[in-house]
C-alpha cells in the first residue's frame, strides 16, 4: 500500500501537496472500508470533503464528516473496530482516539510511521492523523442521493444532495464559532454553480444550533448572504485556505466585491 501512495507523488513535487494527496488516499480508502461494511446504510457523507471526492472541487479537504440518518444498528465502536482491522489488512497500522460526545461522534485515527515509509518525514515515531466526525442528531430537511466513486477504487457513497450541502455549508460560513477559509472556497463553488439551497435543512439548522426561528427562503436569501458577507475578513480567509489549494490563483477569487457581484446575479 506504501508503493500505491507513492505512485501518486511527481519529482519535484513540493512536501504540502504530498501530504495533501497522502491525506485524500487515507480519506478514499476509508470512505472504501465503511462503504464495503455496509456503513452507508446509517451515514451520509456530507461537508468539504464530500465536495472534493463526489464533484471534485480544486482544493483538498481534511476531515471526513457525516451525518447519522438512521441509528438501527449504528454502533460507533464498531465502526472503529472495522476501519482499525482493515487497515491493519492493508499495511497500514493506527490507533484510534475515541470521543463520543451528546450529539457528534469523533474519532482521529493517528498513523504512526507512515510518513517515515513514504519518505516524508525522518522521523519514525512521526503521526500523520485523518479525523472522521459523525454528527449523530442532524437538523431535520436532508435530501440524500447516491454517487459511484471512481477513485483509487470504485463504490457507491450515500451522501447529501447538493442543495442539502449547500445549506450545510451556509450553515457553517456564517454561524461556525470561527472563520474556516475552506467554507468560503466551497461558498465561491455553489455560487458559481448556481445551487439553490435546501431551506427547510438551512433554517432547521439555524434553530438547532441559535436557538431562534429564522425564514430563509427565495426572496430574502440573496439579503442574507449579502449582510454576513460583510462581516468577513477576507485576507484571513485567503492565508487559511492557502495551503489547500490546487492553483494558487485561485486565491483572486476571495475578492468581497466579486462575491457580492456574484451573489447579486445570481439572486
Not at 39 to 47: P, Q, T
Not at 113 to 139: A, M, R, V, Y
Not at 231 to 254: I, P
Request: with cysteine.
Amino acid at each position: 500500500m506504501i508503493d500505491v501512495i507513492k505512485q501518486q507523488f511527481e519529482d519535484g513535487m513540493p512536501m504540502g501537496k504530498k501530504l495533501n494527496l497522502t491525506r485524500e488516499f487515507l480519506q478514499i480508502l476509508s470512505l472504501k472500508i465503511l462503504y464495503e461494511k455496509g456503513l452507508f446504510r446509517n451515514l451520509a457523507f456530507v461537508g468539504g470533503t464530500a465536495l472534493r471526492i463526489l464533484y471534485d472541487i480544486k482544493r483538498f479537504s481534511e476531515d471526513l464528516d457525516f451525518s447519522l440518518i438512521d441509528a438501527k444498528k449504528y454502533n460507533f465502536e464498531s465502526l472503529q473496530s472495522d476501519l482499525s482491522k482493515v487497515f491493519h489488512l492493508y499495511g497500514l497500522p493506527l490507533e484510534i482516539k475515541a470521543q463520543s460526545a451528546r450529539n457528534v461522534h469523533s474519532m482521529m485515527m493517528k498513523f504512526t510511521g507512515l510518513l517515515k515509509s513514504l519518505g516524508l518525514s525522518e522521523l519514525h515515531g512521526q503521526k500523520f492523523s485523518i479525523k472522521l466526525e459523525i454528527d449523530t442528531n442532524p437538523p431535520e430537511g436532508w435530501e440524500v442521493t447516491n454517487t459511484i466513486v471512481h477513485k483509487n477504487y470504485m463504490f457507491n457513497i450515500l451522501h447529501y444532495d447538493l442543495p442539502s450541502l449547500f445549506a450545510g455549508k451556509l450553515h457553517a460560513c456564517f454561524y461556525r464559532k470561527y472563520t474556516k477559509g475552506r467554507d468560503y472556497y466551497d461558498l465561491v463553488w455553489y455560487l458559481a454553480k448556481k445551487v439553490k439551497p435546501n431551506f427547510t435543512l438551512l433554517n432547521n439548522a439555524i434553530k438547532q444550533t441559535q436557538g431562534r426561528e429564522s425564514e430563509i427562503n427565495e426572496e430574502n436569501i440573496k439579503d442574507f448572504i449579502l449582510s454576513h458577507i460583510q462581516q468577513v475578513d477576507f485576507e484571513f480567509v485567503k492565508k487559511d485556505v492557502e495551503r489547500f489549494l490546487e492553483d494558487k490563483k485561485e486565491l483572486n477569487l476571495f475578492d468581497p466585491r466579486l462575491i457580492r457581484e456574484t451573489v447579486n446575479q445570481l439572486y
